[in-house]
């Protein structure tokens, strides 16, 4: 589902399932390299998001909403995440018309 929704976001349709792992041999963008930084660290190792984990998406040029944005989003993924990995739930998969309001989508 995750990068069903990057695929979506980026517009990039060659990204496949391993991208979760191996993002960070791609050409990406400074913000964009932040942000999955973040979203790892923040998935791997709570504890280490701390102020200096948020001024790197600042100085990458994150604004204040937009980090809220992104741990929220973080957050929420890795709540449904392991609820979905401890109940034997399907992962949900994201309807190819779903609109996406961050994409520009209805």
Known sequence: MH???VRRLT???HL?????????????DEPTRALLQYA???TEAPMMVDASAVDALRDAGW???AIWEITAL???FNFTGRLEAASDLPP???PDDAPFKEAGGG
């Open 11 to 13: 517009g990039d349709e």
């Open 92 to 94: 949900d998969e994201i």
């Open 3 to 5: 990068t069903a929704a």
């Open 16 to 28: 496949d399932a391993e991208f979760a792992t191996t993002w960070s041999q791609y050409d990406l």
């Open 63 to 65: 604004g204040e909403q």
């Open 40 to 42: 790892v660290t923040l």
């Open 74 to 76: 973080a957050s929420y």
